[in-house]
């Protein structure tokens, strides 16, 4: 595993997402059990950054991530969110940030956050047209969390916070399927932000485990079957030039080739899963490849994204 330097402690490349912990994967519940042990194991493999969020399992991943990690909270990075809340609701009122992160740090057995996101919020946030920046930054002050950042998606989003904020991280929606960002990654490097990259195979697509038939029954029944059809054309693509049907180490080290990415958080569901991205670290990746997967997204996606 390999480590950069984040706040005052070491971020692995490799983080662990954590909307996977305790959550519904088409019908398969995630027991408490079996999250504890899968973020012991990716513990001792040596993954020291976990992203969760209140609203992830309403609560149930960050309680298995305070359970798994209590002994060794030193050692590893927790970047919580802000926004969407543990009992479902979303309410990104300044008032109740602090409210929040209490209700984190008490599932999660700790007292502080190393960081906290504000989770998908609105441009007059992002502008700083409000006081969420200066409640965290105050919050930081008192020592109830070490950094903060933002989680987003478009270059509209991104361009707005690297004018306008000082952050300690962003997490970003990024992949080969997802590149509309691409060239304002440099910049989020050069000021010295975490880049942590967020829904890396596409929701499981960059896998290569699904195509046009695949049924969904969780959040991702999101797919129109055009949405399906598309997917299944560039998945094949990427199949075609890599000459493999797991796809999982070349779009993984498509971003660990990125000089500006910080870390990347598959969601990981199995130790099945786990494993194949261990494996995928290891994988003597040839880098010329990211023009290919360049060139794929520039091709077929650019002028017309796809829905997430
Ligand atoms: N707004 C936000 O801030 C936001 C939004 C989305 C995600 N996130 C964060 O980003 C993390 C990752 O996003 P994500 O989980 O939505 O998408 P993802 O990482 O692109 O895909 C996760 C899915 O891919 C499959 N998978 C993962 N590793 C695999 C492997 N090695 N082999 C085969 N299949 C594999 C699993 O599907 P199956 O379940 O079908 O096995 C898993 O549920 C989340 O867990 C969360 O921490 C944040």
Same mark, same amino acid.
């Given at each position: 595993?390999?480590? /950069?330097?984040?706040?005052?402690?070491?971020?692995?490349?490799?983080?662990?997402?954590?909307?996977?912990?305790?959550?519904?994967?088409?019908?398969?519940?995630?027991?408490?059990?079996?999250? &504890?042990?899968?973020?012991? =194991?990716?513990?001792?493999?040596?993954?020291?950054? *976990?992203?969760?969020?209140?609203?992830?399992?309403?609560?149930?991943? +960050?309680?298995?991530?305070?359970?798994?990690?209590?002994? /060794? =909270?030193?050692? &590893?990075? /927790?970047?919580?969110?802000?926004? #969407?809340?543990?009992?479902?609701? /979303?309410? *990104?009122?300044?008032?109740?940030?602090?409210?929040?992160?209490?209700?984190?740090?008490?599932?999660?057995?700790?007292?502080?956050?190393?960081?906290?996101?504000?989770?998908?919020?609105?441009?007059?946030?992002?502008?700083?047209?409000?006081?969420? *920046?200066?409640?965290?930054?105050?919050?930081?002050?008192?020592?109830?969390?070490?950094?903060?950042?933002?989680?987003?998606?478009?270059?509209?989003?991104?361009?707005?916070?690297?004018?306008?904020?000082?952050?300690?991280?962003?997490?970003?929606?990024?992949?080969?399927?997802?590149?509309?960002?691409?060239?304002?990654?440099? +910049?989020?490097?050069?000021?010295?932000?975490?880049?942590?990259?967020?829904?890396?195979?596409?929701?499981?697509?960059?896998?290569?485990?699904?195509?046009?038939?695949?049924?969904?029954?969780?959040? =991702?029944?999101?797919?129109?079957?055009?949405?399906? +059809?598309?997917?299944?054309?560039?998945?094949?693509?990427?199949?075609?030039?890599?000459?493999?049907?797991?796809?999982?180490?070349?779009?993984?080290?498509?971003?660990?080739?990125?000089?500006?990415?910080s870390t990347v958080i598959p969601g990981i569901r199995t130790e099945?899963?786990?494993?194949? #991205?261990?494996?995928?670290?290891? *994988?003597?990746?040839?880098?010329?490849?990211?023009d290919k997967f360049e060139k794929l997204y520039d091709q077929f996606?650019?002028?017309?994204?796809?829905?997430?």
């Open positions: 595993m390999e480590y /950069i330097q984040y706040l005052n402690k070491k971020m692995s490349v490799l983080g662990f997402g954590g909307w996977t912990l305790g959550n519904n994967s088409n019908g398969k519940i995630m027991s408490e059990e079996e999250g &504890i042990k899968l973020v012991k =194991r990716a513990y001792e493999e040596g993954v020291t950054f *976990f992203d969760t969020a209140p609203n992830y399992s309403l609560g149930k991943s +960050e309680t298995i991530i305070g359970k798994a990690l209590k002994d /060794i =909270r030193e050692k &590893i990075i /927790i970047n919580s969110k802000f926004g #969407h809340h543990a009992d479902g609701k /979303i309410d *990104f009122s300044e008032s109740k940030i602090r409210e929040s992160i209490k209700g984190s740090l008490k599932r999660l057995k700790t007292d502080y956050l190393d960081s906290v996101i504000l989770h998908n919020p609105d441009m007059t946030i992002l502008k700083g047209e409000t006081d969420h *920046f200066k409640v965290l930054e105050s919050l930081k002050e008192e020592g109830l969390i070490r950094g903060y950042g933002v989680s987003i998606d478009t270059p509209e989003e991104l361009e707005t916070v690297l004018k306008n904020q000082k952050v300690d991280v962003i997490e970003l929606l990024y992949n080969i399927f997802f590149q509309s960002t691409r060239n304002l990654l440099k +910049e989020a490097k050069e000021k010295g932000i975490a880049l942590v990259i967020k829904v890396p195979l596409d929701s499981g697509w960059l896998t290569g485990k699904y195509d046009i038939h695949s049924q969904f029954s969780d959040i =991702r029944s999101r797919w129109t079957n055009e949405d399906k +059809e598309r997917r299944h054309f560039l998945v094949n693509e990427i199949k075609n030039y890599v000459g493999e049907n797991d796809i999982v180490k070349y779009a993984m080290n498509f971003l660990w080739a990125n000089d500006a990415i099945k899963q786990l494993n194949s #991205h261990l494996e995928a670290l290891a *994988f003597d990746y040839d880098e010329s490849l990211n996606i650019a002028n017309n994204p796809l829905n997430w």
